[in-house]
């Protein structure tokens, strides 16, 4: 019966040339939004127009087409070939964007401040989503706001905490920033995802099989979902970097095969995770974080420059069709506005969720820091001012729909939309604004990430240290204390694991070469500013 239904359409070349003038239209469509984005991320650049950061100008884009196609009679071809399932975005749009957060991470910093970033990304979106969760849920129960059952609540406490501090970091490269806040906004926003979508994972089965659950079983499902899908991931990347240490495909006949086998990687890693009913985010952000500290540097210097401008390539054109996307589906799809109050109460929960989540977790690092390795209240509020919403935030929202019933998904949905537009678009606007009167950009912070550091002795110094800089003992004492708090898994890191599974015999200094090249690839929105140069 099934081939009789379908049979019709095959047989039907009027319908199929409709079908294939529509999909032309479509793509053609999604094409010029892109090119149109990108320029005029150029042109803000370069006349460095912060009030417009490059993911606001995206999402403007997507909602100014969005809305003309809706008013006209374009609207239902439109959105066939525009609109795409959530198993494309996860499968196809956020694999690259988040490999490419983990890749891009440069270990040095990283580790330098691995406590702090480790209790706000795992700690700290903790505390957010159960404190979003709690106070939504109090919300409904004081009927301020849409009502949702408890656990729903936690789901959406959970995918809202998800961050993409992508404007906060464009301004930190043009403008300059400190090293250390840099270290803490970039290594928050990379493991901040991990932890989110392994929090949402845990809920949504929380929710599925609520009879017989409690604390322990919910808290043993979350290390099941997250460490498993971190082991999955690291093992793939272990995996990859003995086989490019001893496959011997470091010559130039052999660079095509290099290439190729290491863009698949990262892909076979999150859908291991994925057959393994783990997380496929979690995974290749890890395999990303490894394949780039030990695969990376067992590579052909020609398939370095290759990979490295690859997956830049390619996470730049998917996150920004993610920005395009969401603008266009909110001037094109069916939301819940009717729940207008379970928006602003969102809105205003996020905000004091996310200053218990930085202020908080602020106070046990600096309890534990000696005084002058404190994290300063403008770095706190730096941080806070940086938890954008954008792109995980939006795939797990689109997910609910799916995920729960009664419309409730769809209220969770609509209100993240609406999150991640206020967020990326007058928070994101402002974000210049706000962190030139925090001073913690401009002249006095020109110490890029990329840029700031080389190895003397073996120790983590910057090439700003000079005799002449009034503060250069002061920063240089301070990276020293960095490395001595992360000398444990240094040591370890380069006395065996780097041995073992690369041909640098535990030598660092491969990592600075290609420091430049690097820093370009921080973040999708951004580009390299020569800060030898400013005058």
């Not at 993911?55 to 609207?75: D, K, P, Q, R, W």
């Not at 959105?79 to 983990?102: A, C, K, M, V, Y």
């Not at 890749?103 to 404190?131: E, H, W």
Request: charged share 15%; proline share 3%; net charge negative.
């Amino acid at each position: 019966m099934s081939e009789l239904q379908i049979s019709p359409a095959i047989h039907d070349p009027q319908g199929q040339e409709k079908q294939q003038q529509a999909a032309g239209v479509g793509i053609l469509l999604q094409i010029m939004m892109l090119v149109l984005s990108f320029v005029l991320g150029h042109v803000l650049r370069r006349h460095k127009f912060y009030y417009l950061p490059e993911a606001s100008a995206s999402l403007l884009i997507g909602l100014i087409v969005g809305g003309l196609a809706n008013i006209s009679n374009t609207e239902t071809s439109i959105r066939t070939w525009f609109n795409f399932h959530d198993e494309f975005f996860f499968l196809f749009l956020l694999p690259p964007i988040i490999f490419q957060s983990g890749f891009s991470l440069q270990p040095k910093p990283f580790f330098s401040n691995f406590g702090a970033i480790v209790t706000f990304s795992v700690l700290g979106t903790f505390v957010a989503s159960m404190v979003t969760g709690v106070l939504v849920y109090l919300g409904g129960v004081m009927f301020l706001m849409y009502k949702l059952p408890f656990v729903e609540c936690l789901m959406f406490g959970s995918l809202i905490s998800a961050t993409d501090p992508v404007t906060v970091l464009s301004i930190f490269q043009e403008l300059g920033s400190d090293v250390n806040l840099y270290a803490l906004v970039f290594g928050e926003s990379v493991l901040n995802d991990a932890m989110a979508i392994s929090l949402y994972r845990t809920m949504s089965l929380v929710r599925s099989q609520s009879a017989g659950q409690n604390v322990f079983m919910v808290v043993v499902r979350f290390l099941e979902t997250f460490v498993g899908s971190m082991s999955a991931g690291v093992g793939v990347g272990f995996i990859s970097a003995l086989l490019f240490k001893y496959a011997g495909l470091d010559v130039d006949n052999l660079q095509n095969l290099e290439c190729c086998l290491f863009v698949l990687f990262p892909y076979f890693s999150y859908m291991l995770a994925e057959g393994l009913s783990l997380s496929g985010i979690v995974s290749i952000l890890f395999t990303g974080i490894v394949m780039k500290h030990y695969t990376y540097s067992n590579l052909s210097t020609n398939s370095q420059r290759f990979v490295s401008s690859f997956f830049h390539l390619i996470s730049s054109l998917a996150e920004t069709f993610v920005f395009i996307y969401m603008g266009f589906d909110i001037a094109m799809e069916n939301h819940s506005w009717s729940h207008v109050g379970f928006i602003l109460f969102s809105i205003l929960f996020i905000v004091i969720a996310r200053a218990a989540n930085v202020f908080g977790c602020g106070y046990l690092i600096n309890l534990a820091r000696p005084a002058h390795r404190k994290i300063p209240m403008t770095h706190q509020k730096a941080l806070w001012y940086s938890g954008l919403r954008g792109a995980m935030a939006f795939a797990l929202a689109l997910q609910s729909v799916h995920d729960l019933p009664e419309g409730h998904g769809q209220t969770i949905f609509t209100a993240t939309t609406a999150i991640v537009v206020v967020t990326v678009l007058l928070i994101g606007g402002s974000t210049g604004t706000m962190l030139e009167a925090l001073e913690v950009v401009g002249d006095g912070h020109d110490t890029t990430l990329g840029d700031g550091f080389e190895v003397v002795n073996n120790r983590y110094m910057t090439r700003f240290d000079d005799e002449d800089s009034p503060s250069g003992s002061g920063f240089r004492t301070k990276l020293r204390e960095f490395h001595k708090s992360a000398a444990s898994f240094t040591e370890l890191d380069k006395n065996y694991l780097t041995p073992f599974f690369t041909s640098n015999n535990g030598d660092y200094d491969d990592d600075d070469d290609n420091n430049e090249q690097q820093h370009e690839e921080i973040t999708p929105f951004t580009r390299r500013v020569d800060f030898y140069n400013r005058g």
